[in-house]
């Protein structure tokens, strides 16, 4: 057994389902099957022994002490993951698994890859257990049309893929986001779900909701349709975010231009504001308006980080006229890109994943390492100041 794979240590409750479990873990590199049982008394024994990395569960709620023990194993050790096999997509089951202190739940068809990426997510959210609150980077668009979307996105996949941070994108855009449709993705759940389960969200039941993207990226879609959208309020999104920032080291949210009490909450919260705008007059008038609004809900100047969209085009104006405008510096100039752009909103996959060597991907990469940058020297900041 190589140094770097996962101990398994498997509970089997059928005899097909024992196959299963034994193919995923050999056909994952990540892992090393070290016992599989049958019984749960005999499981718990060994799990309590061994102290393996994985816990590989056949789950069924309706087995007799099974999410007892599950309970009493989460508790006793808290370095092991749980994750849950089954056949059912049934969602009680699904939150009945994720309550007994399940992280992952593997539901047919599934395969040895699926597996694999499960092991390396969950190590992933270990390294930031440490750091239980992450940083919620806020991307909003000083006008409508300006790249808003695409950018939250490229930039949640920077920051997952590139920089190593797992990321939760959430879509704010509640009436209008279109995220999903970006990354080619139909979520069975959207937020319009922590409403609906407002009294009983926790950091489990959060968990559920999140479609995935790529390992270590996860999307939280916006509802889709206007009436689901309308029981979405503040107080929902205040909670869901918090949850979200339990889990993760950083939390992207795409934000509509306009303002409306969720975005006020996401505003509020988010460690930096991210204006994207146009380098036009119509652009910085939009942008100075939105600056200004900033400063009257008494967010911290440098809380707020213009990034220039479309620079080069044909109406743009140049960079000294930008800032002398906005009486500040840019953090980023994101150049045209239309031969990048146009064909990744098309294909349902971000830019950065199929052209990560084209002008716009590469300042979007430049970016997304300025902001783990601005942030952990914040929180060294923050540190300071409560040791003096």
């Known amino acids: 057994m190589a ?90 089951m699904i939150l009945a698994a994720m309550r007994a202190g399940a992280r992952e739940y593997l539901v047919e068809p599934t395969s040895a890859q699926y597996f694999n990426e499960a092991v390396l997510r969950m190590r992933s959210q270990a390294q930031v257990s440490a750091h ?120 992207v949210v795409d934000l509509p231009s306009r303002i409306d009490e969720p975005t006020l909450v996401a505003l509020d919260r988010a460690n930096l504001i991210l204006l994207v705008l146009e380098p036009t007059l119509v652009g910085l008038k939009a942008a100075r308006r939105t600056v200004e609004l900033s400063r009257q809900l008494g967010h911290e100047a440098e809380k707020v980080q213009l990034v220039v969209n479309r620079f080069g085009s044909k109406s743009s104006l140049a960079k000294s006229d930008v800032t002398k405008v906005m009486s500040t510096d840019v953090l980023a100039w994101l150049p045209n890109d239309s031969r990048t752009l146009m064909p990744a909103g098309n294909s349902g996959r971000p830019a950065l994943r199929d052209w990560p060597k084209s002008a716009w991907g590469k300042a979007v990469k430049k970016l997304a390492k300025q902001l783990v940058e601005i942030l952990a020297s914040h929180e060294e900041e923050a540190e300071r100041a409560q040791e003096a």
């Open 132 to 251: 239980p609150s992450g940083n919620l980077l806020a991307v909003m668009g000083a006008k409508g049309g300006v790249g808003t979307s695409q950018l939250a996105l490229n930039l949640a996949w920077a920051l997952s893929q590139q920089e190593s941070q797992r990321t939760a994108l959430v879509d704010l855009d509640l009436f209008g986001g279109d995220l999903a449709f970006l990354v080619d993705l139909d979520p069975r759940r959207t937020i319009a779900d922590v409403s609906q389960n407002f009294e009983r969200l926790d950091n489990m039941m959060m968990d559920s909701l999140l479609a995935e993207v790529a390992p270590g990226l996860r999307l939280l879609a916006a509802p889709p349709d206007p009436v689901m959208a309308e029981d979405v309020r503040a107080e929902h999104v205040e909670r869901g975010l918090g949850h979200l920032l339990d889990g993760h080291a950083m939390v």
């Open 3 to 92: 140094d770097n794979e996962a101990e398994v240590l498997a509970f089997k409750h059928t005899r097909a389902g024992g196959e299963r479990l034994r193919e995923l873990v050999s056909g994952a590199p990540v892992s090393h099957l070290v016992g599989m049982e049958s019984g749960l008394d005999e499981f718990e024994q060994a799990a309590l022994k061994l102290q393996p990395e994985v816990l590989l569960v056949e789950f069924d709620s309706g087995i007799r002490g099974l999410v007892a023990m599950l309970e009493r194993l989460h508790r006793a050790l808290p370095r092991s993951v749980v994750i849950a096999y089954s056949e059912s997509r049934d969602a009680d």
